[in-house]
């Protein structure tokens, strides 16, 4: 159950970086509302995760699945570079955080 909350609470960081985004451009209080909505449910979900799990585990895959949550969703929604370098780059944290995942109890 550890690893669903972690996988989840990733997934609410990259609704974060969404979020701060959407911030930067309209600053309004839906957009606060949402951002503050989904830093709290991420963390929420985190410390779940860290009741069971090493934390520097858990810190690693939460930021890496935030960190290519973010890149990817800047890829296909924000118009960013798709370069195969940056692809790459992606394809490396994910294989990341496979690893820690496989190395982990």
């Keep these: 159950m550890a690893w669903i909350s972690l996988i989840v609470a990733g997934l ?4 974060d970086v969404i979020m701060i985004n959407e911030f930067n451009k309209k600053r309004n209080w839906q957009s606060l509302s949402l951002l503050i909505l989904g830093f709290g449910s991420s963390f929420l979900f985190l410390t779940f995760a ?3 799990l090493p934390m520097g585990t858990a810190y690693a895959i939460w ?7 973010g890149a990817v969703v800047g890829m296909i929604f924000y118009g960013e570079s798709k370069d195969w370098k940056r692809i790459t780059c992606i394809a490396i944290i994910i ?11």
């Design 12 to 15: 609410c960081e990259t609704i």
């Design 50 to 52: 860290l009741s069971t």
């Design 63 to 69: 930021t890496g699945i935030g960190a290519t949550g």
């Design 95 to 105: 294989s990341a955080v496979i690893g820690l995942k496989l190395i982990s109890s």
